[in-house]
């Protein structure tokens, strides 16, 4: 390859650590692609960690040594993260959303990409520190969520099926209530797609009593994991039981939902 | 902000295109960001293009006019593609992922981010010329495949539900017969989660007879949509029966799976 210019290989350097986010790309890889001593690698990097960082969108994270190397780290700034949830919230206030038995329509919202995206570095911004191993939920429509999460966390994803489904072996199952239906309900796990003693991060769509969080918090023990955070989208706060779990990550809260006069109100918990 | 230096620009241009891909971005918009003029950026533009053409890893489209600008279009280049591909097939060709009933064990190459996201970018590339307007699955473990494609191509995704569990309003259902469980089965779609006449792209994780595939042909038939295209992860390629659906691409075949000699094969449809 012809030699290229400082600016063409800070360019390149950026592409190359966003497009695999999280994964430590030793220096000599550039070296060696860039037909340039490591030092001038080195220089290269360190302007595009400043340049980088005027955005605030996610930083270079250098580990020096012989197994060290450069990673991207995504991350969303907080001031573009409370705007992108204040319109996801009014989006979501919209009366056109009730379904039958009280319900709010969101699945268009849960699997678009380009609302998922921010999310997942919302979600993983919040819980980073906490240092999960792996990102948990239960199908179906909080998987997109997890797996935008797990993503930006550089993490694996593990999907809990719903009743007795699961083929892949031997599996753990428990019996849960779940708070929309109030009926008895089961959920499994292959033992094989859950290593013991996890660090576990737990992501869903919902919550309304608790009784599924509280149930993957079971089915978790079963595994021996530990649960280090639970994040959901959207916590229904229309009545004040107090919810069957603790500790958990609401971004968004379900305030009102009235079938007869059509008034909905998500609002954005940190403007509460 | 104070005024950045090209290469800086160049860095954070790049950055921000590609944390929305498929996303114009009008050129005024970094002009204003970064304090210079339209024909400044543009060159950076013209330089940062240049710079990403070398990897083969994505580019920019500029788009001229008053409501013109760049966006960034993901990619993998060939030879990456088809080296990832021989790599996944001799991973999901060990005797250790064959469960009972002669199934194969995927579920954690499927919920893995970092094996899903070049899958859903060799997705996109096979699929975008067909203009797709929207990426259909049906649950669940087709999901995550679906959403990396449709992110790709920055389209939405909708989920076809199992059976009929669909509160979201009127759904369509219809029956179908699974190829793998030899039952009558039900799928259902929300009538407000696909509008009529849309251009459909089907993704799913696995071919076994087409039955499902030809299900959701039929379901996407009752929403006047115009399938585009089928893509699998895999096609079970252990019988010479045709298929029931004709024209779908799959990325990998099974062509072997023997429960007594542990032999299990899997290849990338190319080397066949």
Do not use: C, W
Not at 179 to 197: D, K, W
């Amino acid at each position: 390859m012809e030699k290229m210019k400082r600016a063409e290989r800070m360019v390149a350097i950026t592409q190359v650590l966003m497009l695999k986010p999280n994964v430590l790309t030793p220096l000599t890889l550039f070296a060696e692609r860039f037909g340039t001593a490591k030092s001038t690698i080195s220089e290269d990097l360190m302007a595009v960690k400043g340049s980088l960082l005027l955005s605030g969108q996610g930083h270079l994270e250098t580990i020096s040594g012989a197994s060290g190397g450069v990673r991207y780290i995504p991350g969303i700034p907080t001031e573009e993260a409370t705007q992108f949830l204040s319109k996801l919230a009014e989006r979501l206030s919209d009366k056109e959303r009730i379904l039958a038995g009280g319900f709010l329509y969101m699945t268009d919202i849960l699997f678009d990409p380009a609302i998922l995206r921010p999310l997942g570095l919302i979600f993983a911004g919040a819980f980073r520190d906490k240092l999960p191993d792996v990102v948990v939920t239960i199908e179906t429509k909080g998987i997109p969520l997890a797996l935008v999460t797990a993503e930006a966390l550089g993490l694996p994803m593990v999907v809990i099926r719903s009743g007795n489904k699961v083929t892949e072996g031997s599996a753990v199952s428990i019996n849960y209530v779940s708070g929309s239906s109030r009926r008895i309900q089961t959920m499994s796990l292959s033992r094989r797609a859950l290593e013991p003693q996890r660090r576990v991060l737990v992501i869903d769509d919902f919550m309304k009593a608790g009784g599924t969080a509280l149930g993957i918090k079971n089915l978790m023990a079963e595994f021996e994991a530990n649960v280090v955070g639970i994040g959901v989208l959207v916590e229904d706060r229309m009545t004040a039981e107090p919810k069957l779990v603790e500790g958990y990550l609401s971004l968004l809260q379900l305030k009102e939902l009235d079938m007869f006069t059509g008034k909905t109100s998500v609002v954005p918990v940190n403007t509460d």
